[in-house]
């Protein structure tokens, strides 16, 4: 038999030396995010911003596939590791000075990570990055073997499982930097598939004991985190610009559409709660991992905005078609997996259908050129528009 789940138990400013570590209830009361999870979250993104700011940097300069190959990698390790984390800490924050100490001790992972980040996108130098990562992840092995120690059965085996197959992974990851340059590219994809084949086999026949609202609430505030990251990277772009350029003109219809985006993608996720989507491992699963592109596409549209603000005053080397794209694509990207993630679900006929068109609509701004990113911020303002309408009506 497992170890019953432990009382609901408060967060003290000055936590016990050392307890056992056992899972918490499902059924918690106002089970929130801790001080230390909205620090974890603050320090990580630090590494989104870096990620961003060299995604921005690639696009301008119009080498795409560095661009999209680098940033793809770095965000993956960075909402990997965060990921990880997050869930575990549903299922198992003790809030002792070992688990703070280890939190502690991934955050110092991020940052060596963060500090990685240019060198990965400039020369394919993976060796600070990867060592960033694996500290992280190593880091998350000692929580797992703590679970372990305080579970039983089945919950016990899920916990080994999990320590193992993530100590298994990192081992590949230090071989990964072992290997010839040019054999990296076609082992990274194989990296990244183990780890997401850990949490699958690890709980195959036993789920941890995470909280869905406590889960719903994490990912909204890093969500919120990354939205607002998005708006002070293209705010300081806009700023540069105008010491350098004073192009106001140019610059404040790409302003407009990209508060407005940003706003919209605000509302959008938060307009229903999500909390009875996750009633199920496969469901959760889903939405967990589909996660990747909501973040990944709310970071970018930040990167994106810089790019356009760069061709505006003739500092990018590619066209006001490609600069557009940089803030569309993410921008529908986002859209759309919003929709398929939690907005669908409880909605039919019309209602239904409003992100999707809006996904597209925004794509299609691409074509406008120059006028494209305040055309897409308009259709996502439209959208919300609809969406309250719609709303009112069904209410």
């Not at 990274?188 to 183990?194: M, R």
């Not at 036993?206 to 985190?225: D, K, V």
């Not at 589909?290 to 356009?308: D, K, R, S």
Request: aromatic share 10%; glycine share 8%.
């Amino acid at each position: 038999m497992t170890s019953g789940p432990a009382a609901p138990r408060p967060q003290h400013p000055y936590p016990r030396p050392v307890q056992r570590m056992v899972p918490r209830s499902r059924d918690e009361p106002h089970r929130t995010a801790t001080p230390l999870e909205l620090f974890f979250d603050l320090c990580f993104v630090v590494a989104v911003a870096q990620a961003g700011r060299e995604l921005a940097h690639d696009l301008a300069e119009g080498h795409l596939h560095v661009a999209l190959v680098g940033y793809l990698f770095a965000f993956f390790a960075i909402w990997w590791a965060w990921m990880n984390f997050t869930w575990f800490a549903s299922a198992y924050d003790c809030d002792d000075v070992p688990y703070r100490i280890t939190t502690l001790v991934q955050i110092t992972g991020v940052l060596i990570l963060a500090a990685g980040v240019p060198r990965m996108f400039a020369d394919q130098d993976l060796t600070l990055a990867v060592t960033g990562y694996v500290v992280m992840r190593l880091a998350m092995v000692t929580q797992w073997l703590r679970a372990a120690a305080g579970e039983e059965g089945a919950a016990r085996t899920v916990a080994l499982r999990y320590a193992v197959g993530i100590t298994l992974v990192q081992v590949g990851w230090v071989l990964v930097l072992l290997v010839p340059a040019d054999v990296r590219p076609y082992l990274v994809p194989l990296g990244i598939l183990a780890e997401l084949a850990v949490p699958v086999i690890a709980e195959l026949t036993t789920r941890t004991s995470w909280h869905p609202h406590h889960i719903a609430e994490r990912y909204g505030l890093f969500t919120l985190i990354v939205l607002g990251e998005t708006v002070a990277a293209a705010t300081v772009a806009v700023q540069s610009a105008v010491d350098e350029h004073e192009a106001l003109g140019e610059l404040i219809p790409i302003a407009i559409g990209g508060i407005l985006l940003c706003f919209a993608a605000w509302w959008i996720y938060f307009a229903r709660p999500v909390e009875d989507v996750l009633a199920s491992n496969r469901q959760a699963f889903l939405w967990g991992y589909g996660h990747y592109l909501v973040f990944g596409a709310a970071a970018a549209i930040g990167a994106g905005l810089e790019v356009a603000v760069e061709q505006a005053v003739g500092k990018a080397h590619i066209s006001a078609a490609a600069a557009t794209a940089a803030v569309t694509v993410p921008g529908a990207v986002y859209l759309f997996t919003v929709w398929l993630l939690h907005a669908r679900h409880g909605k039919s006929g019309t209602a239904r259908a409003v992100l999707p068109v809006a996904a597209v609509a925004v794509l299609a701004c691409t074509f406008l050129g120059g006028s494209g990113v305040l055309a897409a911020g308009l259709v996502a303002a439209a959208t919300v528009a609809v969406g309250v309408a719609l709303h009112a009506r069904e209410g």
